[in-house]
């Protein structure tokens, strides 16, 4: 895999795209959980998004159950709960590993780009993965860095 822009994703109605869709677009990929003691994150993701979805910027967000069991739906149901308890407008994706056998290649792809503090292990929902308009992987924030952390380096690439 040479390019994020190969990489095929899955909505939450199951019909599938590749992420050349964004190119051109700073993007931030998140790992979501809507039981996850972290949701309240969804609400500091979807204010940057409203801030700058206007200048080819998006969020994709990616429910992954493999901490704690804090996504046992669908990627359909997660969404609706992001959409109700959240007023979430970006796109909720089909539920995905992020580590494991089972890992998604979007997940291998951004832990090469970004290992972490700890390796490249994911350690937990809602790590945030930031991509410049060349498909770079620029800046990885764990799971308890709140969205606005992200703001400045956005507004950067941008």
Known sequence: MNSIYDIEVENKDHSTYKLEKYKDYVIVIVNTATKCGLSGQFDGLEKLY???????????????????NQEPGSGEEAAEACKINYGVT?????????????????YTHLKEQQGGLLGSKIKWNFTKF?????????????????????????????
């Open 90 to 106: 970006f796109p909720i994706h089909e539920k995905i590993n992020v580590n494991g056998e089972n890992e998604h290649p979007l």
């Open 50 to 68: 409203q801030q700058y979805k206007d200048q080819n910027f998006i969020i994709l967000g990616f429910p992954c159950n493999q901490f704690a």
């Open 130 to 158: 930031v991509i410049d308009r060349d498909g770079e992987v620029v800046k990885r924030f764990g799971p308890k860095d709140e969205p606005e952390k992200m703001n400045s380096l956005i507004r950067e690439l941008l």
